[in-house]
Every structure is written in C-alpha cells, then in structure tokens.
C-alpha cells in the first residue's frame, strides 16, 4: 500500500533551519507530483510547495518563497524541504502528500517548531 513516511521535524529558533524529508513506498515515484502542506494549531491545512516528477518545475506559497526549498531524489524515492531562515510563523505540523489514481495520500506529519 501506499505509505508516506515524513521525518526531520523539531524546536529551532528563529533564523534557523531544517530539512524535511518524505520516504514514499508504494507508489511510482518517479512519475508523481509530490507536495508539502502544512497546519498551524486552530488553523486550516495550507500547500507549502510542489514539485513536478521530474523535479523540473516548482511552486511555493509566497509565505515561504526565498526561504523554503522543495527537491526530490527519484532514486531514493524520497521528497525534501529545506527551510531556511524560520520563523515563529513557520510553526506547524508539516504533512508530505501525493495523489494517486485519484486517492490522496498523507503522512502521519512531522511536528516543526520555531521558538526562542
């Protein structure tokens, strides 16, 4: 079955970073669209970034452009986020998501805090 398994979140201050990474199996990889989303405690879910399944094309939310990275390694089977530059606003729990005939698929999320 499919599974998205998100690792690398944790407490950073602000102006710090970290790097996201989300381990599909299950799924083609390589010829999926893979995105991060994100949750903020009391608010709604948001699209942090995509990615196309080549890794040539890219999108971000204008709250993180500049700052945030989205990658992937088609080998590895494997999509990343590296956040630069956090800030307390940044804080949320981050979900990897992907879409596969049809069905939307989620991680479990990983907990991501910015705080002094």
């Known amino acids: 079955q499919v599974q998205l398994v998100e690792s690398g979140g944790g407490l950073v201050q602000p102006g710090g970073s970290l790097r996201l990474s989300c381990a599909a199996s299950?799924?083609?990889?390589?010829?999926?669209?893979m995105r991060w989303y994100r949750q903020a405690a009391g608010k709604e879910r948001e699209l942090v970034a995509d990615?196309?399944?080549?890794?040539?094309?890219?999108n971000y939310a204008d709250s993180v452009k500049g700052r945030f990275t989205i990658s992937r390694d088609n080998a590895k089977n494997t999509v990343y986020l590296q956040m630069d530059s956090l800030k307390p606003e940044d804080t949320a729990v981050y979900y990897c998501?992907?879409?596969?005939?049809?069905?939307?698929?989620w991680g479990q999320g990983t907990q991501v805090t910015v705080s002094s």
């Open positions: 299950g799924i083609t990889f390589s010829t999926n669209f």
């Open positions: 998501h992907t879409i596969v005939s049809y069905f939307n698929y």
């Open positions: 990615i196309s399944s080549t890794g040539g094309r890219t």
